[in-house]
């Protein structure tokens, strides 16, 4: 005698798979819209130079200490600059790396950037 499922018992179980594959794509594009909307702040020379960057890497604000700026070396203060953006970016590809990859699990989903 074969063991026989209940009816419809594969039907029920794709729709609710379904309903959670919706609903972590939704989740997904909420927490993917809060990322790009918040603002990162980093330093870099102990705090001569601050960075302010959108989660959509977009620098929002600079603010450099008078104390570093000196005309005999502009290239020090090029090298801080790109120091900053360098952690901003750093920090929010971090950032949102560590929020989705909680959203999904760790899985590695095609065209995500995870």
Known sequence: MKARLPQGYGKQS??????????????M????EELENTEYSVTSGGGMVELK????????????NPDVVEKDDVEML???IAAAVNEAV??????????????????NIPGLGL
């Open 78 to 80: 090029e090298d801080l």
């Open 14 to 27: 794709q729709q609710q798979l379904m309903q959670q594959v919706q609903q972590m794509q939704e989740n």
């Open 29 to 32: 594009r909420l927490k993917q």
């Open 53 to 64: 960057m959108t989660g959509k890497h977009q620098v929002t604000g600079l603010k450099i």
């Open 90 to 107: 750093r920090v929010v590809d971090e950032a949102s790396e560590k929020e989705m990859g909680a959203l999904t699990g760790g899985l």
